[in-house]
């Protein structure tokens, strides 16, 4: 092209909204799940724990789905995090990028939210 104007898009994939859950799961492992903004190049259903740490428990798993850009991360055991842990990533263990090359964007002690339903009397479960 002769166009004298380029868009250079050199933004980092990041969590949005800037939220983590937590959802227990009875006598099942636990789960903490998170969006991404952007698609990262790794092929649907590809396990991302690589890179990611938490303050307590062990992550067995970190699913990544392409359609949603969720990712699901699977605790080892209950009740591994009965307790809130926080979550960090370091793209310098983890390499995650988007689709052009830009890392996935560090994370630092972030805090995991409890998921909780409140019901009342006659509520459907």
Not at 9 to 21: E, F
Not at 25 to 45: C, K, R, W
Not at 87 to 107: H, K, M, P, W
């Amino acid at each position: 092209t002769l166009d004298d104007q380029y868009l250079v898009y050199n933004t980092n994939p990041a969590l949005s909204p800037d939220q983590m859950i937590l959802q227990l799961n009875g006598a099942s492992p636990n789960t903490i799940t998170f969006t991404l903004n952007e698609e990262l190049n790794v092929p649907d259903g590809t396990d991302i724990k690589n890179g990611f740490t938490v303050t307590s428990g062990t992550i067995a798993t970190a699913i990544y789905n392409s359609a949603t850009k969720k990712v699901t991360m699977t605790s080892a055991g209950d009740p591994d995090w009965n307790t809130p842990p926080t979550v960090s990533y370091a793209r310098l263990t983890g390499l995650y990028t988007d689709l052009i090359g830009n890392q996935l964007q560090d994370i630092t002690n972030h805090i995991v939210e409890q998921l909780s339903i409140n019901m009342a009397g006659g509520d459907l479960a």
